[in-house]
């Protein structure tokens, strides 16, 4: 293992579009999360609610998240507290926790539409795929942060992946566990992805009087 991970690289202004920065998705913020959240319990949206939060909740990449069973989730007709998968990037587990939040909303969307072990938890609504897509998953991410005000083009499906993986990282400074939660094999690809390092770097920084 590198004892000295290399940093992510500064946030670069993108040429065909001067205003907007190339680099990783910002993750939500808290305030964001519930705002996105009310917003579809408002419109009654309840498979948007339950892909939202199984977004958040499993950190998955938008190709595993789609490809999601119901007895992935729910084996037995009841969604579980925790489950694992294999990522098809990888071909590496990586096993999740359900909040009961989310639990409570999966298993409404699992109970309203009657799905089977069998079906995919998010089929798709076009006869030519089985499941919801990853580019229509991505319009999904665009119009739930447009919809509170965030600009879309900042934002996307590694938004929602980061989200929850950050949050633990500012909290617990564990890079370890957030990189066995995110399924990466490499400490430096956790370092790189979260993006955080240089932040916390300059915050140590800031707070030292010479």
Same mark, same amino acid.
């Given at each position: 293992m590198d004892p000295y991970p290399a940093l992510p690289a500064p946030h670069r202004l993108n040429a065909r579009n001067p205003g907007r920065r190339r680099g990783p998705k910002p993750p939500l913020k808290l305030r964001e999360i519930w705002a996105i959240r009310i917003r579809l319990q408002l419109e009654g949206d309840t498979r948007g609610l339950a892909l939202f939060n199984l977004a958040i909740d499993s950190k998955l990449r938008g190709c595993d998240l789609v490809r999601l069973m119901v007895r992935d989730v729910a084996p037995n007709g009841?969604? /579980?507290? =925790? @489950?694992? /998968? /294999?990522?098809? !990037?990888?071909?590496?587990?990586v096993s999740f926790e359900f909040t009961e939040p989310t639990r409570d909303t999966v298993q409404s969307w699992i109970d309203q539409v009657a799905l089977d072990p069998g079906d995919y938890l998010f089929? +798709?609504?076009? $006869?030519? +795929?089985?499941h919801l897509s990853t580019r229509q998953y991505a319009r999904n991410v665009k119009d739930w942060v447009a919809s509170i005000g965030l600009d879309p083009a900042e934002y996307g499906t590694h938004s929602l992946r980061?989200? !929850?993986? @950050?949050? /633990? #990282? =500012? =909290?617990?400074?564990?890079? =370890?566990?957030?990189?066995? *939660? *995110?399924? $990466?094999?490499?400490? !430096? +690809? @956790? &370092?790189? #992805? *979260?993006?955080?390092? &240089? %932040? %916390?770097?300059l915050e140590i920084s800031e707070k030292t009087e010479i």
């Open positions: 009841r969604v /579980i507290r =925790r @489950t694992a /998968i /294999i990522q098809q !990037k990888t071909g590496q587990p089929q +798709s609504r076009l $006869h030519a +795929s089985e980061r989200t !929850k993986a @950050t949050l /633990i #990282y =500012r =909290r617990t400074k564990n890079l =370890r566990a957030v990189q066995l *939660l *995110l399924g $990466h094999t490499k400490l !430096k +690809s @956790t &370092v790189r #992805y *979260l993006g955080v390092e &240089v %932040d %916390d770097a």
